[in-house]
């Protein structure tokens, strides 16, 4: 089972470094900056759990291969971008690809970051705050990076597929073996996700319009 952690963290790295990659490209950022927007977002939310749990210094720092992969990835995608030599038309023909990967992530890191949460301390609140600030924690980065609001605040039920994966792992912890609580709250974020992109469903969003702003009457 362990090897089956790895090989998904290992998944949920390099998926994480593509959606930083694409949001690098995006932006018009430089090779460096691409590279550090990929391990940003593939890494950032990994290190804030382990900083909340008391797990220093944060264990990426000492996981090359995990480092290798994410960059390996990243290489590769961007790779396929320069050959084909169409820039943004090409990044939305990937479109699909990327947000199936990010959804992967997402679902990785909220299983990883509240499994991880349980081995420490076996609170439920703690555990779903935990996983579902790994699974957002690097994009939040991501976004901030690129001066954009992130993702999480204002598109496609991002963060509440986090929520809802951590929940369903920490309510079925206790009751199923270990591969099917994985499989199916894995599988919740991930459906979660991709049917929100597919319909383009949306949180409520409250605007002010010009009259009522703060400050803009008397």
Known sequence: ??????????????????????????????????????????AGGGVLRDLLLGQTPPAVFSDPLYIAVCIAATVLFAAVICITKKGKRTLARFEGFINIADAAGLGIFAVLGSKASLSVRPDFIMAVFIGTLTAVGGGIMRDTAVAVPPLVFRKRIYAVAAIAGSALYCALYEILPQWAVIVLSLSAVITIRVLASRFRWDLPVIRFDGKDKPGSGD
């Not at 490209?25 to 593939?42: N, S």
């Open 1 to 42: 089972m362990t090897q089956w952690i790895r090989i998904l963290e290992l998944i949920g790295g390099a998926a994480f470094a593509l959606s930083g990659a694409a949001a690098a490209m995006e932006h018009g950022l430089d090779i460096f900056g691409l590279l550090v927007l990929a391990l940003t977002t593939a």
